[in-house]
């Protein structure tokens, strides 16, 4: 697997800023190109392959590299120079080049360099939303597209890709119904997946969170904040149409009850849900694996139907994603 | 029997009428299969009345009013113009779908119209969520997500009580502007002095405040005409006669050539330009400084106006400046002998923009250092009570003020500094006083809490003494905070509710964090500082009273 790293690095061997080989596309063809090298090995193998290109530095080491490239947290507002490189544009590591490709999840890319990270396209050039790190790459006809790490330390969702989850369901111009969005930086993420096509209702109860979420919306036309208690949807109901998606991170004891309730408001038939499950805050003294099997006991219990669940264990202790489809008809045995 | 439908949108009210649906078999399974059709659901329900709202205040008082489950007249009127009449005593032949039971009663109780909230009503509700736009033929797609937008803006803009007299954007964009401005007002200045100089070079060299040339300038105009009789005006342009004598005898042997009026003209404009732009940029600073005092009174008062707009445009916005560390905030502005340092291994920078300030100025060189970092300590601290707290006072920033001279002080001559803790209780007290106008409540009140703190005091000196002591010290300024906010707590009955448990839960969480940090302080540091045990045990008391609380929780 290992090899195919290297193969694919090879091929694009001119790793130069303006690389018109690679850049920001993830068109059609350019993803099918891909995958046909990955492809040969597997869908399933393609997520080892991740895996291994990431676990092999650690946890560790990908934190503190995120934490270096942090700087002083500037939105590169400078009097007359004076930067010192710490929000270098290129990779990871300052001044790197990086090359973008194309995700499996549409609307996600990673980008290689030295490391590699999982990236997302900036709906908002310039801007970092919690000072991550962002690429700028050329493509070919010369435009500048900006690209932002997405750490998976700080995400859920993140997480979750990374640890190969099948399928996300968020995809550009998916309607996106957003439980526990805090400051906003999941959701940042999520937006810019969604691209302006797509909305992103954020619901946050609190009140410090959600002054950071506004400002956040302020700049994003597809986020939507919602500052309101999840528990009640029919608080906001005026304010949110059907929406394809439920992503749920609100870390609550009664976490299914809040996600079943805002499914019948406003999960269409037949769509998907994406909940995050931390297993000390449902119930501190089971053990995680009971406690998953619990919840998703209850989610089952409410036309939501649980397709597959991954662990979080190299980002987060006793973590847990589960994503299943709501309201799933039955399929109708064929008359003989 | 007729089921209506009661659905609320952003962009309106509408009304639809269900039927075609067995009322006896109120079939959630059926209603279900017919949703996602919309043919079929077409004719389950039809789209009988619309209301838009008027503007988005309106829609604001309507989407707060449908949250809390209360109805508006808007509402009312809407629904009894377009329901059938209830005549009392009559049976009512229909009844209202509403999603949610509260309003429905509340409906009944003004209207008489009887509401039901079932399940039932829930699975038609979905259906008509799914194809609203589909119903309202006025409404082009992406009109009803706009409209969502704003609503949700403006809804969760109100919760978060967003002040927009606060933004600090403002001040970022004045800077700049002030910024561009010198520099653009300086080369004009610098052009009209070049352009003139063919005229009357002599008088380049006689005054040399731009600002005075140009108006002079544009007061001579021609030199041939300046005489004499010009002089009292001169003076009263220069301020200074021998000066206004000087640019007349000038005048009279001047080297410089001839203009022709319609040059003369041009540089009068031109100098005319420059004074506004002068006068323009005054009145920017003067902005500045109002807007400065009213997003950030205690940054302003502690360094001053330009040097705290300066931090929060460098840092980006006020809560980006609020979070940063502040030995991140003593070195803003000069990242790049920061990292060069980092880089090499040399020295990091002492100072960033903060060396602006005049408290560095004094300091002598051997302790510009440390008062930097004083200093920047002491506007982390301005600037996160400027970025959350909800009043506007300034009291905080000229107690720390006060604290930054007296530091001076003491490297200056030995005075020993007033402590933190007695300083900031002082703070908080004037700023308490200057809320309540009943000062003489105060004052009884704050004796008997402190009286009760050393009662504890006294009886918990035995347990623990040590460890809390060592606990205290990296969190002397924290619990200081904490021990006068939970005094405000008690005072501040009726004010700001919701504020106090948060204020509670990060205090809670404050403490509980610093602790674990505490306890593996050095404990060497117990036996110098005797003399402030005392203060220190009544700050842990009240700190082991809210972990006992918090315990209890």
Known sequence: MSRGLAADHGRGASRTHNNAGRGGRGGGAFRAQNNAGRGGRGGGAFRAQNIAGRGGRGGGAFRAQNIAGRGLGVRGRGRGGGRGGANGRGGMRGGNKAVIIPHRHEGVFIAKSKDDALVTKSMVPGDSVYNEKRISVQNEDGAKVEYRVWNPFRSKLGAAIQEGIDNIWIAPGARVLYLGAASGTSVSHVSDIVGPTGVVYAVEFSQRSGRDLVNMAKKRANVIPIIEDARHPSKYRMLVGMVDVIFSDVAQPDQARILALNAAYFLKTGGHFVLSIKANCIDSTLPAGKVYDSEVDRLRADLLKPAEMVTLDRFERDHACVVGSYRVPKKQKTAA | ?553
């Not at chain 2, 949703?35 to 209301?51: C, E, H, M, P």
């Open chain 2, 1 to 553: 029997m007729a089921l209506y439908l009661l659905y609320e949108t952003s962009s309106g009210y509408s009304l639809f009428l269900a039927n075609g649906l067995d009322e006896i078999g109120q079939n959630t399974e059926a209603v279900r299969n017919s949703v996602s059709d919309l043919n079929r659901f077409g004719k389950v329900a039809q789209l009988t009345a619309f209301l838009p709202f008027e503007s988005a205040l309106d829609a604001l008082n309507q989407c707060n009013s449908v949250s809390e489950g209360i109805m508006t007249d808007e509402l009312r009127n809407f629904l009894e113009l377009n329901l059938p009449k209830v005549k009392g005593g009559k049976k009512v032949k229909f009844s209202l779908g509403v999603a949610e039971p509260k309003i429905g009663s509340h409906i009944f109780e003004v209207t008489k119209i009887p509401c039901q909230s079932n399940e039932f009503v829930h699975e038609l509700l979905r259906g008509v969520r799914l194809h609203f736009e589909r119903f309202i033929k006025d409404l082009k797609s992406g009109d009803l997500e706009k409209a969502q937008l704003g609503l949700g803006h403006s809804y969760s803009r109100a919760k978060v009580k967003f002040n927009v007299n606060r933004v600090d954007n403002m001040v970022i964009q004045a800077i700049f502007l002030l910024d561009t401005l010198d520099k653009d007002v300086n080369s004009f200045a610098m052009r009209v002095r070049e352009w003139y100089s063919w005229h009357f070079p002599e008088l380049a060299k006689i005054v040399n405040d731009n600002y005075l040339y140009a108006k002079l300038a544009k007061f001579i105009d021609d030199k041939s005409k300046l005489s004499e009789d010009k002089l009292p005006e001169l003076t009263d342009i220069l301020g200074d006669e021998d000066k206004a004598k000087e640019v007349v005898e000038a005048a009279k042997a001047s080297m410089g050539q001839d203009l022709s009026p319609i040059d003369l003209i041009n540089v009068q404009q031109f100098a005319q330009r420059v004074m506004d732009l002068s006068e323009y940029r005054k009145k920017l600073h003067e902005y500045l400084i109002t807007k400065m005092n009213d997003i950030a009174p205690n940054l302003a008062s502690l360094i001053g106006e330009i040097v705290g707009a300066r931090l929060i445009s460098h840092a980006g916005s006020l809560t980006n400046l609020a979070k940063c560390p502040s030995s991140t905030l003593q070195i803003l502005g000069a990242e790049k002998a920061l990292f060069r340092a980092l880089k090499t291994r040399g020295n990091t920078p002492k100072y960033g923009l903060i060396f602006h300030s005049s408290f560095i100025g004094r300091a002598s060189a051997r302790n510009k250092g440390r008062m930097a970092r004083y200093l920047a300590n002491k506007c982390s601290i301005a600037s996160r009570i400027d970025c959350f707290s909800e009043s506007g006072t300034t009291v905080f920033g000229e107690k720390l003020r006060e604290q930054v001279e007296e530091r001076l002080d003491f490297y200056d001559k030995g005075v020993a500094p007033r402590k933190n803790i007695d300083v900031m209780k002082a703070a908080i007290g004037s700023a308490e006083n200057k809320d309540t106008a009943m000062e003489t409540e105060e004052a009884p009140a704050v004796t008997p809490a402190k009286k009760s703190k050393k009662k504890k005091s006294k009886s918990d000196t035995a347990e623990n003494g040590e460890a809390e002591d060592t606990e205290d010290k990296p969190v002397v300024n924290g619990v200081a905070a904490e021990d006068a906010k939970s005094e405000k707590k008690k005072k501040k009955e009726k004010r700001k509710l919701e504020q106090e448990p948060a204020v509670e839960k990060s205090n809670g969480t404050n403490g509980v964090d610093t602790d674990e940090q505490g306890g593996t302080a050095k404990k060497k540091k117990t036996k110098s500082k005797d003399q402030d045990r005392k203060e220190l045990q009544d700050a842990s008391d009240m700190k082991k009273k809210r972990k006992k609380s918090k315990s209890e929780e």
